[in-house]
């Protein structure tokens, strides 16, 4: 049977546990052995459709519309969505069973290694879905059975769904970037650090054990999952702060980090909200600083058919930003904000799962990799 990772994980029933690996195999079967098929399908025989009537290239957009006359790829956005909704509902109705279990550990944690600091007066931003990538209840569920369940289905659904792509702390990503900002920038010690949009914590804490020296702080505007990830850190002896801010407007003084950085965080924010973020890191900032996003690849670093597919995301699985987002000229963007060209990067760093041998690269959606990019701010 599966070892729990963690204090603030509960082993469900068997029934459930099987209800919920059900789903989640579906998932993954979905993405890694039928999803990469429909290329082929596109490529001998709606590409060229395309081409004769368009007399050029496709765009994604295009792309995407043509793609659902293919029956098998519309069939394909049907049981996808239904794998989404019913993976997230099955670790909801896990974590409402353990409703009193888990508040008694977390208040039995409660003064342990992570300092949490909530502001239930932050208001939640509009662009915030209601339940991104249908997740039910969403991140700032209010009206759940108990305050930690918003941050205890999203560490149970992406621990149990991820847990091979990511490993069971969901920390590959943040322990895979880590690695990589070291080799990139060696000399580079940061003594405060910052991650925007941190949810539960599954890459702020691998930053602590990258950098120990270091004062890790991540904010969110979900005090449910900042709550939640307090006692997850504490059960893990991970000394992190979880303050609920927005990232927009952090409250944070002028120059008070030297590394501030988001994972999958931008996709979910409009371009204005993105374009504040950009700002505030800029303003946050110590001379010699970095900023970096990790995200997505942007669109400019695949083909059309591959921007194609985020049109399932945005049509069925409530990521309407991710166009817009993913559309933005990075480096235009950082300029704005008041970055210096020169100082600007993108990285791909490897997983270092992969690299382990313990998956294959090509049943990973990330393709083996993750993508950032950023800047460093001026030194004068
Ligand atoms: C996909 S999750 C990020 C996951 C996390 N970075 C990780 O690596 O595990 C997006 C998070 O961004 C938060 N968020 C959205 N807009 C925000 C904002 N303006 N300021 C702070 N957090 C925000 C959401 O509440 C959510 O927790």
């Not at 490529?43 to 007399?55: A, C, F, G, K």
């Not at 999203?154 to 091979?164: G, K, M, P």
């Not at 002896?237 to 931008?266: K, P, Q, W």
């Not at 690299?355 to 950023?374: I, M, P, V």
């Amino acid at each position: 049977m599966q070892t729990m990772p963690h204090d603030m994980m509960i082993r469900p029933r068997f029934d459930d546990a099987v209800r919920e690996a059900y789903w989640g195999e579906l998932q993954t079967f979905l993405e890694t052995d039928v999803r990469p098929g429909f290329r082929r399908h596109y490529e001998t025989s709606v590409e060229p459709q395309l081409r004769d009537v368009l007399h050029r290239s496709p765009d994604r957009h295009e792309i995407a519309t043509a793609m659902l006359g293919y029956p098998a790829n519309r069939a394909w956005y049907v049981a996808r969505t239904t794998a989404q909704r019913q993976a997230f509902d099955a670790s909801r109705a896990i974590v409402d069973q353990q409703a009193d279990e888990l508040s008694a550990r977390a208040r039995a944690l409660g003064n342990g290694h992570a300092v949490l600091e909530l502001d239930a007066s932050l208001p939640f931003p509009r662009y915030v879905q209601a339940e991104p990538h249908n997740m039910a209840g969403g991140y700032d569920d209010s009206t759940g059975s108990h305050p930690l369940a918003a941050g205890a289905t999203y560490d149970r659904a992406l621990a149990v769904h991820r847990v091979a792509a990511m490993g069971p702390l969901v920390d590959d990503v943040g322990h895979s970037i880590a690695a990589m900002l070291k080799t990139a920038f060696p000399n580079f010690a940061p003594r405060r650090i910052l991650e925007l949009g941190c949810t539960v914590g599954h890459t702020l804490l691998p930053f602590k054990q990258a950098y120990p020296a270091a004062e890790v702080v991540g904010i969110d505007v979900s005090g449910p999952c900042l709550a939640y990830g307090a006692a997850r850190a504490s059960s893990l002896g991970v000394e992190v702060t979880f303050s609920e801010r927005n990232a927009e407007h952090t409250g944070y003084a002028d120059a008070s980090f030297d590394l501030v950085f988001s994972r999958i965080l931008l996709h979910e924010t409009c371009e204005e909200a993105a374009r504040a973020i950009f700002a505030e890191c800029h303003r946050l900032l110590r001379p010699g600083g970095i900023m970096f996003h990790s995200d997505a690849p942007q669109f400019d670093e695949l083909d059309a058919y591959a921007q194609s597919l985020r049109d399932w995301d945005i049509r069925c699985n409530a990521e309407p930003f991710m166009d817009g987002y993913y559309a933005m000229v990075l480096e235009d963007e950082f300029a704005r904000a008041g970055f210096a060209r020169d100082t600007m990067f993108r990285l791909f760093a490897p997983s270092l799962i992969v690299q382990a041998g313990y998956r294959a690269e090509e049943t990973r959606t990330s393709g083996g990799r993750y993508f950032l990019a950023g800047a460093r701010k001026a030194t004068n």
